[in-house]
């Protein structure tokens, strides 16, 4: 959700798999392409009130197709740790649970965006809506989406707990209303362990 501090959190973990001489790629969404960042634009524009959920589903999987074409795909057949600040979970969370659009519907854009692909590990940077608003309203970063009233970003979150209890095994809960550096140790770990894992 907002204002949880994920966009640090992923920054810290890419510094930290870098200095342990891992290749890894920071990405963000929507945007994090020349292309990508127009139709951010035009998503986060206070002006776009009128923006009907359908046209904000086909932007957002419209920069998610481009990223991952332009960037993910090809980084992670060069070996690179990729490490995205959101995926195709923010549509599922925000379009499908936020504005009660169809998850099946949603799942095959999505797929049709990624061409499948999907990320081996998620974290869930949680904390509760109202204290996610607040920050975001202190660090001066509101936009259209944020605008939307606290009942939605409460479904937003809801919508993330049915994700993440669905898949237990992609996903990891982190309490996002602790210190960044306490919030930091937990992700290297579990990254830590699960690259191990995999090795
Ligand atoms: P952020 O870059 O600050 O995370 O802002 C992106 C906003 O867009 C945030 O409010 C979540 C929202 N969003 C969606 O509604 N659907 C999506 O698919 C993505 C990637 C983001």
Known sequence: ????GK?????????????????????????????????RRTLMDLGNTGMYPRTEILLFSAS????????????????????????????????????GLDLTA???????????L???LTFLIDLPAEDGLRRRRRGGQWNRLDAYDLAF????????????AAEPDRWVTVDATRPVDAVQSEIRRVVEARLERDR
């Open 106 to 116: 949603l799942r095959a854009i999505t797929d049709f965006a990624t061409g499948g």
């Open 7 to 39: 966009s640090t959190q992923a920054r810290l973990l890419v510094e930290h798999l870098a200095a342990r001489g891992l290749p890894a790629v920071l990405t963000r969404e929507p945007g994090g392409t020349s292309i990508g960042d127009q139709i």
């Open 153 to 164: 970003h409460q479904r937003v979150r809801q919508g993330y707990f049915d994700l993440a």
């Open 118 to 120: 999907r990320p081996d």
């Open 1 to 4: 959700p907002d204002g949880g």
């Open 64 to 99: 998610r197709a481009q990223i991952v074409h332009e960037v993910i795909r090809p980084r992670l057949e060069a070996g690179a740790v990729v490490v995205c600040d959101r995926f195709y979970d923010s549509t599922l969370a925000y379009q499908g649970y936020g504005h």
